[in-house]
């Protein structure tokens, strides 16, 4: 059960609305459901603000539709993340709500009675169109986490004009997820323009002399700009969770 929904129902006995037997009722599932090949964390939304979200790679379509049964069971719906174009098929014949994206590889089941996410200030920034299936993954599970995000495609720094260009929109947001793969520099540079948190996501992206991302990694930790953290490669899931944070610390 997700936070908010705990919270109203404690409130409605504490008002009398509700019985306390009703209240465990809603409340007595156990912590971790046991599926053998996996193990369900019922309580993450408790203690964490969000339910767990399923690392769709390595898992075959089948197992991915008994997890997200599962937790689309709970009311609180699933997100998927690296969902190849088998498990995102099953998945919607699965479930015909859900929200299928091909870009992000990514499956979302909003949560019984969702409000539409809110422009909460997130905005991801990617350096190249190539960059944009991490970018995509960012901005779906920002969306799943009740931020609707704004998107700056291919402003890397081979056109430094093109980032310029941008400065109000850069300046309006209240975190910042940079996406660059290459050189990875685009994050130093917005990082030296902007006041709010920047984070960075390296991308695999690039020659064979970037490593699959190593380098685009190497270059945002060694960022001149102060204040740049950064994620893992490709890793716009992982951002996205720690610009939720910033946005939503109370959750």
């Not at 990875?184 to 490593?211: D, E, K, N």
């Amino acid at each position: 059960m997700i936070r908010d929904r705990a919270r109203a129902l404690l409130a409605d006995v504490a008002a009398g609305r509700r019985t306390v037997e009703d209240a465990l009722a809603q409340l007595d599932a156990a912590p971790v459901e046991d599926l053998k090949f996996a193990q369900i964390d019922h309580h993450r939304a408790l203690r964490q603000g969000y339910p767990e979200v399923v690392f769709g790679e390595g898992k075959t379509p089948e197992q991915a539709l008994q997890i997200c049964a599962r937790l689309a069971a709970h009311g609180d719906g699933f997100l998927v993340t690296r969902a190849d174009a088998p498990m995102r098929d099953a998945l919607a014949v699965a479930f015909p709500a859900a929200e299928v994206d091909a870009l992000g590889c990514t499956v979302l089941m909003r949560r019984d009675g969702a409000a539409a996410p809110a422009e909460t200030g997130a905005l991801v920034v990617t350096a190249g169109t190539g960059d944009l299936p991490v970018a995509q993954e960012c901005l779906v599970t920002l969306r799943a986490f009740g931020h609707a995000a704004g998107r700056v495609a291919d402003v890397g720094v081979a056109g430094i004009h093109r980032v310029l260009a941008q400065q109000e929109i850069l300046r309006s947001a209240r975190v910042i997820v940079v996406v660059a793969g290459m050189d990875g520099a685009l994050p130093s540079v917005i990082g030296g323009m902007v006041r709010v948190p920047v984070i960075a996501v390296p991308t695999s992206i690039g020659y064979g002399a970037s490593f699959q991302g190593l380098a685009a990694l190497l270059t945002m930790l060694n960022s001149c700009a102060a204040g740049v953290v950064v994620c893992n490669i490709d890793n716009g899931f992982g951002a996205a969770v720690a610009a939720a944070r910033i946005l939503s610390p109370s959750v």
